[in-house]
């Protein structure tokens, strides 16, 4: 069962909330911008003026438009992502054309057969995973998407909060301002079974880095791995956020002292290759970011060299388009810190 909220932990505000491990910024789900009674229209942040910060806008919704394919963009004076850092154009259902026009690598390729990868920590101090988990608390239950626990309110005027008390007026559900488009919209259900999370978007758990257990947040997505409220962290922190001191938690808890175990940054990095069979394109992911560009080369099963790429420095995945390849078997090779490994992966044409 998820946690209970931590009511006195700190809430989420704009601006940096975490780092990933490429380096680039973590915020939560607003973007500054809320509805004005007054002027009956949006203000504040982009737009200018000040809203009532009642009725406060979803970034990931609103500014859809305006991510690149990694699900990012600069503001504030930062490159930041809001969401889920996984390419829009790997999403099983895609809902933004950009990666047509600006391809990305993202930061990972979710994979719905292995324990998601540790992507970055939030500013208190916990650990922030990809999509995929073990679906029980203690490492058991096979690998599950970790699910938000947060679900659209059945409303269609906006002049109550989530918690039933009356508010000041926002737009009505519409083309325009549809549900989800705020995040007063949402409200929190406990989940039925242990991979929904709580109501900071985490749980205690166990993790491959972390075999004792810690508490770790997930970059939920719903079934077709679009990125699920409230994305990563929020609204709230399960730990205490201070300028001097973090993993504090300010109720009656059981301490747990765990540090990584070492895999997840191990010589013998993980390499996954998907998807298996593939068609289109073949994903190379490793278990941690490169320090130097890394070449890699595919091969058919004679050894001849079809096609190069790269992962570049500071990134973690890379791309073979396959569309111009044959059917048959092809080898992906890659000289990993004086390691050479060879995938093998079966390519099928409709």
């Given at each position: ?138 490492g058991s239950g096979g690998i599950t998407r970790m699910k938000s626990s947060y679900t659209y309110r059945n409303i269609t005027m906006r002049n109550t909060l989530p918690s039933g008390a009356s508010s000041k007026s926002g737009p009505d559900v519409s083309t325009t301002y549809p549900i989800g488009y705020f995040k007063e919209d949402y409200q929190f259900n ?161």
């Amino acid at each position: 069962m998820p946690i209970k909220s931590n009511a006195a932990a700190t809430p989420t505000t704009g601006g940096n909330i975490g780092i990933f491990i490429n380096g680039v910024a973590l915020f939560d789900y607003r973007d500054g911008v809320s509805w004005s009674t007054a002027s009956n229209s949006l203000k504040g942040g982009p737009l200018g003026g000040m809203g009532d910060n009642v009725w406060n806008r979803d970034a990931v919704v609103a500014e859809r438009n305006g991510f690149d394919c990694a699900k990012a963009h600069p503001a504030m004076g930062n490159y930041h992502h809001h969401q889920n850092p996984s390419a829009f154009g790997l999403d099983k259902a895609v809902i933004s054309n950009v990666c047509d026009l600006y391809p990305s690598d993202g930061l990972y390729v979710i994979d719905s057969t292995a324990h998601a990868p540790l992507l970055g920590f939030a500013y208190d101090g916990f650990p922030i995973y990809g999509a995929y988990g073990y679906k029980n608390v203690d490492g058991s239950g096979g690998i599950t998407r970790m699910k938000s626990s947060y679900t659209y309110r059945n409303i269609t005027m906006r002049n109550t909060l989530p918690s039933g008390a009356s508010s000041k007026s926002g737009p009505d559900v519409s083309t325009t301002y549809p549900i989800g488009y705020f995040k007063e919209d949402y409200q929190f259900n406990v989940g039925s079974s242990a991979d929904y999370l709580d109501e900071h978007n985490g749980r205690f758990c166990v993790t491959p880095e972390y075999p004792n257990g810690t508490y770790c947040y997930f970059t939920t997505v719903d079934e077709n791995w679009n990125s699920a409220y409230p994305y990563v962290v929020g609204p709230a922190f399960y730990g205490v956020k201070s300028a001097s001191k973090v993993n504090t938690i300010s109720e009656s808890v059981t301490t747990y002292i765990s540090t990584p175990s070492g895999t997840y940054y191990d010589k013998e990095m993980k390499v996954s290759v998907f998807p298996s069979p593939a068609k289109d394109f073949v994903a190379i992911q490793l278990g941690d970011i490169v320090r130097n560009d890394q070449e890699i080369t595919l091969m058919d099963i004679n050894g001849h060299i079809i096609t190069k790429t790269t992962i570049h420095q500071g990134s973690t995945i890379a791309y073979f388009d396959l569309t111009t390849i044959y059917a048959g078997t092809y080898i992906i090779t890659l000289d990993l810190n004086g390691q050479m490994i060879s995938k093998k992966i079966l390519v099928e044409k409709d």
